[in-house]
């Protein structure tokens, strides 16, 4: 009988093997069982493996490793009808008590148990552990009627919105900071940490979650850093029950373990098996090797496959040369493209009609970053999920941001941004591979090679008060400064309380970036009150741009040095000069054709694909990173700085939160544009805006439009895609 000494053999021969018989898998099984005892790690990859070779085992030894997967503590995995009634009644014992037909795996139900005991609890785990399924299983236990959840993108709080509909009869679902809570039954608020810190109205808060919770330690250069701690020191002083999670996290604070009664989780359990693959290339022209290599190895991949890459300019441009690449060597378009026809529709009424993207599509290839619009990405996702999208070029936004089922992730660039990509990246992106129940081998191809092992501690700066900034130390409380933080804020002090609140008020913003802009103003300010004292009215091009040229040094993070492509770098001049154009056209789709036929890009981009590629990408980006969010709350720091400046020195102010507004919620009313936050996209709330109550909710105005009969909505003018969104928009 062929015996198996050691992980590895085993795992070769699983690989290797088109059957397994029944000496074969039953010592495979003692190997199994002695890892398990052992190494846990080891023994449950296997059982892993295993499972995905199922159909090559002898079916006799199924009850063998039947119970080899309950004892790795896979439940989820588990055949019930090949159980002993002593394992069933453990099996049944990790049922879910709230999710029909859900089982719990070992280290699951271990934190299931404390937080439905009302403990506090941080989860450090794979991406395979499922750790966002104890969200669902705490809200369906109905334990707490005013929850938070506190996500990293909106993505994945909209992917989050969805799966929990099916509790609005118990539960008001917030997405944004103009709805009011419900008074006759619970609350969830999804938010961003952002909109946690601007939201009012808050109802006694009970419970609070924070997913990807390692983005409040500033070691990882984030730009929302900030925010994320004032919204975590803000939802502290509501409630002392929280479950924040996330991945491969060496440890947290001593200071935060010791203040509160929280189960401290660390944890390696993955349910999905991973294998490494790494591609060298070495040359002087290794970029363009890397490319030929990477085209010839998508051509024999059939699974679902997310390829990485640095920025959204390197995603967009590799899906389509890949795209020009298959239609060059003669590939036949996909077949089931009936949903990726109507996102297609959907791009040449409302971006180009010649932007290679719908190509792609043609092709199953899709890109997914944070310059497409939000209700393109998710149904990118979803075709993706669905197997209509076969290749996907992202960047982090989807590695850190929504849950995809792919069976592959290939490693194409080193970097995430333009900073090189540390361990703690790289294991982000290979979790990626693999998803319980779907793909229980995940593949890892690396086209670069694996970052130096490092281990994260969160450096919460709440409770390290030595090297937290200025902006967090401000929002807290006396009683919650420790003695450093005291002495950190003595010179912040000095300042007039007027001051003081100004700077306060603008939350996130660098109190240093503020002070530097005063003094500017104050330093010529008459110039800047001729600039700046306009009230309601849209400014002219010289006082728009005076704003972001104020702004531009002062407050631009690393998040904001954004290249364009064949643009080149954006400036402030820049930036004011496409805001300008949005604020006339007042439609990205009419931005986007005069810079296609402006004489300037003509000049500098003569070939024409090339152009409407450019500008198309170009424009997207700027809308959602400056016009969605960051220019809009420049426009407000200015608007508050200068009335305080003005004000001083008894001169008229201006006031810019009406243009603030009409460029945040795409120049319609805020209660229309709410229905954005529900996956509708602004071409079909545009279209419906007769029909629309500006002063009822925006549930109630989506299950009004839902109402309308597709023929009707067909008359108005929507199109496949867009009644698809408001059908399933809730």
């Known amino acids: 009988m062929k015996t198996f000494n050691d992980y590895n053999s085993a795992v070769s021969f699983i690989k290797e093997s088109s059957i397994i018989n029944y000496e074969e898998s039953f010592s495979l099984a003692k190997l199994c069982a002695e890892l398990l005892r052992k190494n846990e790690l080891l023994g449950r990859d296997i059982v892993i493996r295993i499972l995905d070779a199922w159909s090559k085992i002898a079916k006799e030894t199924y009850p063998i490793w039947n119970d080899l997967t309950e ?101 008001k679902i917030i997405v944004s900071t103009s709805q009011k809570p419900s008074y006759e039954k619970g609350n969830i608020f999804l938010f961003t940490a952002e909109r946690v810190v601007e939201y009012k109205e808050f109802t006694p808060i009970e419970f609070f979650v924070i997913d990807e919770f390692y983005k409040l330690s500033l070691s990882r250069d984030d730009d929302r850093a900030i925010a994320l701690n004032q919204a975590f020191n803000k939802l502290l002083k509501l409630t002392n029950k929280f479950y924040l999670l996330g991945p491969m996290i060496k440890d947290i604070p001593l200071k935060f373990k010791n203040k509160f009664e929280l189960t401290w989780f660390p944890s390696n359990f993955a349910t999905v098996a991973v ?109 993706f999920n669905e197997k209509k999208i076969r290749f996907l070029f992202c960047t982090s936004t ?79 409380d006396d009683e919650e400064l420790e003695e450093e933080g005291k002495r950190r804020l003595k010179d912040f002090n000095k300042y007039p309380n007027d001051l003081q609140e100004l700077l306060k008020l603008n939350t996130g913003i660098s109190v240093e970036g503020q002070l530097e802009i005063i003094q500017k ?14 009230v309601n009215n849209p400014p002219d091009f010289n006082s728009f741009s005076t704003i972001i ?16 492509n064949k643009i080149g770098r954006l400036s402030a001049r820049w930036l004011a000069s496409f805001s300008f154009s949005y604020i006339n056209n007042k439609s990205i789709n009419r931005v986007i054709s005069q810079y296609i036929n402006d004489p300037f890009w003509k000049e500098k981009i003569p070939n024409e694909q090339e152009r409407i590629d450019t500008v198309s990408y170009a424009i997207l980006h700027i809308k959602r ?24 020195h008894g001169l008229k102010y201006g006031n810019f939160n009406f243009i603030a507004s009409q460029i ?44 309308l009969p597709i023929e009707e909505l067909k008359k108005l003018g929507l199109i496949n895609y867009e009644i698809d969104k408001i059908k399933k928009s809730i």
């Open 398 to 476: 989807l590695i850190e941001g929504v849950n995809t089922s792919a069976k592959n992730v290939i490693l194409f660039d080193k970097q995430k941004g333009r900073k090189p990509i540390d361990f703690f990246d790289y294991k982000n992106i290979a979790g990626r591979s693999g998803r319980m129940k779907q793909h229980f081998i995940g593949n890892v191809i690396r086209f670069e090679d694996e970052p130096e092992q490092m281990e994260l501690f969160v450096d919460i700066p709440l409770f390290n008060q030595e090297d937290a900034p200025i902006e967090i130390l401000i929002s807290m």
């Open 625 to 648: 990173h400056w016009f969605d969010y960051k220019l809009p709350k420049w426009i407000m720091v200015i608007s508050n700085i200068q009335e305080y400046v003005f004000k001083k």
């Open 71 to 171: 004892s790795a503590g896979l439940y989820p995995y588990v055949v019930p009808e090949l159980l002993s009634n002593g394992s069933l009644i453990r099996y049944e014992f990790h049922k879910s008590p709230f999710l029909d037909n859900v089982y719990l795996h070992e280290e699951q139900l271990e934190i299931s148990l404390d937080l439905l005991s009302n403990k506090s609890v941080v989860v450090s785990a794979p991406t395979s552990f499922g750790k966002s399924l104890l969200i669902e299983e705490v809200v369906s236990s109905e334990l707490y009627s005013q929850i938070v959840i506190i996500q990293p993108t909106l993505a994945l709080l909209d992917e989050t919105r969805k799966k929990l509909l099916k509790y609005s009869n118990k539960y």
């Open 521 to 534: 103003i104050e330093n010529d300010i008459y110039k800047y009150n001729g600039l700046l004292a306009w």
């Open 549 to 564: 040229e104020l702004c531009w040094n002062p407050l631009k993070g690393p998040g904001d040095r954004t290249y364009i």
């Open 275 to 383: 294998d490494e693959t790494n591609i060298s290339i070495k040359g002087k022209k290794r970029n363009e090797l890397k490319k030929i290599e990477l085209f010839d190895l998508l051509q024999t991949i059939k699974d679902p496959t997310l390829i990485y890459c640095s920025s959204p300019n390197k995603a967009t441009q590799l899906a389509f040369e890949f795209t020009q690449f298959l239609k060059n060597e003669g590939h036949e378009i996909a077949e089931d493209i009936t949903d990726n026809n109507n996102l297609a529709e959907w791009i040449k009424e409302n971006v180009n009609d010649k932007w290679t993207l719908i190509d792609s599509l043609q092709y199953g290839i899709a890109i997914h970053h944070g310059a497409l619009p939000r209700h393109m990405g998710s149904y990118i996702v979803d075709l």
């Open 664 to 707: 945040e919620n795409g120049f319609i009313h805020p209660n229309i544009a709410a229905l954005i936050e529900y996956d509708v996209p602004y071409s079909a709330v545009k279209k419906l805006e007769r029909f629309i109550e500006i002063e009822e909710s925006p549930e109630n105005n989506i299950i009004k439009l839902q109402r």
